[in-house]
């Protein structure tokens, strides 16, 4: 596929509900040293209600498709996460006002305006310990497949097919994800811990990679 539609969108939220639910386990040790060890129980319980919820949401607009979404998360995920991920999805929404489907352009922009969103909710920067260390990368490995040459026998006219870019992107997230570990928390509950917050993943970062493996996963279905 070149483009996301609705149904594509529906399809993923489907895909990602699951996969937090597969990995809500994961995401709560990675959370219990440094956080209130919610985060996975938090991410599934909201996603869970997404999907709960897609068969009456408008997908012939995906921009309020995903303002919905963020909706719900703001209601249904607790802890700091809930107004996070909701301003992802409702801010990258937003940018997608009116639009029946997302090309490569357009998702790109759409999720660049979900991590400013982010960033301006959470005050928080690159290199500090937070979901923000998975998206910065991930949204400049989508910007990078705009005009990186495709692989051999893919399409030819610039740039690289929606799944593929997705899969770049979702290795970026994967590996900044990684990355958290050795830094020190200078935001939110695992801040309080101090030089103790070295060592361990940031779950909302190894959230945002799992959710962009789902993504990359629908695509490329």
């Not at 303002?67 to 107004?83: E, K």
């Not at 005050?123 to 979901?131: F, I, V, Y």
Request: glycine share 12%.
């Amino acid at each position: 596929m070149q483009t996301l539609s609705g149904d594509h969108i529906a399809a993923w939220l489907e895909r990602a509900a699951d996969e937090l639910e597969r990995e809500k386990m994961f995401l709560t040790e990675l959370d219990a040293p440094i956080g209130d060890s919610d985060h996975g129980v938090n991410m599934a319980r909201g996603f869970t209600a997404v999907r709960g919820r897609l068969d009456t949401l408008d997908r012939g607009d995906v921009g309020a498709l995903l303002r919905d979404v963020g909706t719900i998360l703001l209601s249904t995920v607790g802890g700091a996460s809930g107004p996070l991920y909701g301003t992802l999805f409702r801010d990258a929404g937003q940018k997608a006002a009116g639009a029946a489907a997302l090309d490569l352009a357009a998702l790109t922009a759409c999720l660049e305006a979900g991590l400013e969103g982010v960033r301006r909710r959470g005050k928080a920067a690159p290199g500090e310990k937070t979901m923000v260390d998975a998206l910065v990368p991930a949204v400049a490995a989508l910007k990078a497949a705009q005009s990186a040459p495709p692989p051999a026998g893919a399409r030819s006219d610039g740039g690289a097919s929606m799944a593929d870019a997705l899969a770049r992107a979702a290795e970026a997230a994967r590996a900044g994800a990684e990355a958290t570990v050795p830094l020190i928390a200078r935001k939110g509950r695992a801040s309080y811990l101090g030089e103790r917050s070295a060592g361990h993943q940031d779950p909302g970062a190894t959230s945002c990679w799992l959710l962009l493996r789902s993504l990359a996963a629908t695509a490329g279905a």
